[in-house]
């Protein structure tokens, strides 16, 4: 059964394990159908170089800059992307076509697929960004593999996109991997190119993630206010970095966590540095709608972190709502055909399509 909580929702349950932390979440579902573009693909042309990042907004009327890998540094840049470049037909439907892609992210090569509705358009367009999967057995598209087939089916242009590292994209640093920074570029990276085609209507732009990703989608929106125009989060990790570091990475890979302090320094030492990757502490700059969904009983991201997130959110002043699943856990199974067919009206009453 689901039922909706907005501020309001707050049930006052501490956050007892759910203190600091940032790292894995759990592997979402397997990759799904298809997506081509109006120009005939080429297996062998990259992507178009862009220029380099420059500042989006005064530097004095932002958060200061503790450290070149934080949210404040991607507040200073400017985001063009690239023309997007089909490299290979994977299928097609009755609706749509699924290539595919590679996109530029700044300086770095990124793999993903986009899946286009047939027709004239121009489309509205959606980002997706996938939960954890470890990169040494992710290959293209995985994750999300339902939510580009329903979205492609209900008119959106879906570019679902690997991250650096992953798949078929440039090598990703350690620090890129450990502190989402370098995902976050990539995944406003791909809003940037989406833009750009002409099948793709820029006034009508969505961004959607998963667990790690549901984080990554939070960090964009704190990034860059207005980027896109509404954003889906399901299963989300923490909006506090230091949960997610400690839940996930201090489980999974205890020498990256050292690694982390080593680079930044303790908690205790450094308390802002961990601050400035903290969507959370940022809210306040989210200029779109967001809308939230999580299961009471999910097994890897707690749903107190959930209803926190909410809860702050509200405090901000976004305009957020979240949808509360009882006794869903963190796939989304017996409930996923109620929230997706939930989060398609909240976007197309929000893109107004």
Not at 36 to 62: H, R, V
Not at 70 to 75: A, N, R, T, Y
Not at 279 to 294: C, K
Request: glycine share 6%.
């Amino acid at each position: 059964m689901r039922r909706t909580a907005a501020a309001a929702l707050l049930l006052l349950a501490p956050l007892v394990a759910c203190s600091d932390d940032d790292s894995s979440d759990a592997p979402d579902a397997a990759p799904s159908a298809s997506t081509p573009p109006t120009q005939q693909p080429s297996a062998t042309s990259a992507p178009t170089p862009t220029e380099p990042a420059e500042p989006a907004e005064p530097a004095d009327t932002l958060p200061p800059v503790t450290d070149r890998t934080s949210l404040p540094q991607l507040m200073r840049e400017e985001f063009r992307g690239s023309r997007i470049r089909f490299t290979e037909l994977e299928g097609e439907t009755a609706s749509y076509t699924r290539h595919r892609v590679v996109y530029r992210s700044g300086d770095v090569r990124v793999s993903g697929v986009l899946l286009r509705p047939k027709g004239e358009g121009p489309f509205p367009g959606i980002v997706l960004n996938h939960g954890y999967i470890d990169p040494d057995v992710y290959v293209t598209g995985q994750g999300l593999a339902r939510e580009q087939d329903w979205l492609a089916n209900a008119g959106f242009v879906v570019l679902h996109t690997d991250y650096r590292g992953h798949a078929g994209s440039d090598p990703a640093t350690a620090l890129d991997r450990e502190s989402r920074i370098g995902y976050t570029r990539d995944a406003l990276n791909a809003v940037a190119s989406l833009k750009r085609e002409p099948y793709v209507d820029a006034d009508k732009m969505a961004m959607l993630g998963r667990s790690m990703g549901g984080g990554i989608t939070l960090n964009a929106l704190v990034a860059q206010p207005g980027i896109v125009d509404a954003a889906v989060v399901y299963a989300s990790v923490s909006s506090r970095y230091l949960d997610n570091l400690r839940h996930f990475t201090a489980v999974s890979r205890p020498d990256a966590v050292d690694a982390v302090y080593e680079r930044f320094g303790t908690p205790q030492e450094a308390p802002e540095v961990y601050r400035g990757l903290s969507s959370r502490t940022y809210f306040d700059r989210i200029t779109e709608p967001v809308l939230m969904h999580h299961g009471t009983d999910d097994e890897q991201c707690p749903f107190p972190w959930a209803r926190t997130t909410q809860r702050l959110l509200t405090e901000a002043g976004v305009e957020s709502r979240l949808e509360v699943y009882d006794g869903e856990r963190h796939a989304f199974v017996p409930e996923w055909q109620a929230s997706i067919e939930e989060t398609v009206r909240f976007l197309k009453r929000r893109l107004d399509v």
